[in-house]
């Protein structure tokens, strides 16, 4: 079975510090994601990442960036929190093979910032 | 950019009565249009997802149905169950070699036993 793990399920930190929300996948799985959920806006991409060492914007990149150094791990940075990034944030991996192969989710972090 | 619209966002029904969920989207060019359940708590999964080649697809009590001209798709759940209870979220693609989603804002279905 694919496990995502996403390091914490829950974070308080404080406006203006540098976070980091850790991703492993045990699957080999080439395609990596990172997304927010915020009630009644779904969920929606931040960055993706395709291969080791490259990412791609996703719809909301703004705040963020990510990095991608080991296949089985993406790291999403937010560079100077601010409360308006409080959110759920949840960590997908994929096979590459194919458009049907689906997107295996981590159980989400609780971001908080104060 | 691509941009999905998912109805209603709340939908309580009783056990064994049907649930329909409808979603629009944007991009004609979308092909890949999977549906996500995510219990409370939960992590999203899949539970279907269908390609624009085919117009349903269907697995035991749910399915998908899809019309590429009203650039709609919708979920069917038959007989529902107290266990179906849970947000589903409606996603569409365009696959170019690796898979953007673009997520409907959610439904969440409640089944009253």
């Known amino acids: 079975d694919v496990k995502v793990t996403q390091s914490s399920r829950y974070l308080v930190k404080r406006t203006g510090e540098k976070v980091f929300l850790e991703c492993v996948q045990d699957m080999d799985h080439e395609n990596m994601f990172w997304y927010r959920q915020d009630p009644g806006l779904g969920l929606r991409l931040i960055y993706f990442s395709y291969d080791v060492k490259m990412k791609e914007k996703g719809d909301i990149p703004e705040g963020y960036s990510v990095s991608r150094e080991k296949k089985e791990r993406f790291s999403l940075i937010l560079e100077s929190a601010s409360t308006n990034q409080t959110s759920m944030y949840l960590c997908a991996s994929k096979f590459s093979g194919g458009s049907n192969q689906p997107q295996h989710f981590g159980d989400g972090t609780r971001l908080s910032i104060l | 950019g691509e941009n999905v619209e998912q109805h209603p966002s709340t939908l309580s029904v009783q056990e064994g009565d049907s649930a329909v969920i409808k979603c629009t989207y944007s991009?004609?060019?979308?092909?890949?249009f999977p549906w996500y359940k995510q219990e409370l708590g939960k992590r999203p999964q899949l539970i279907i997802d269908?390609?624009?080649?085919?117009g349903e697809k269907k697995d035991q009590r749910i399915a998908v149905t899809l019309n590429k001209t009203a650039k709609h798709f919708s979920l069917h759940i038959t007989e529902t169950q107290p266990e179906d209870s849970a947000v589903y979220f409606c996603a569409a693609s365009l696959y170019t070699g690796f898979q953007k989603l673009v997520f409907g804002t959610g439904t969440r279905l409640l089944v009253s036993p």
């Open positions: 269908i390609r624009s080649n085919v």
């Open positions: 991009d004609s060019a979308s092909n890949y």
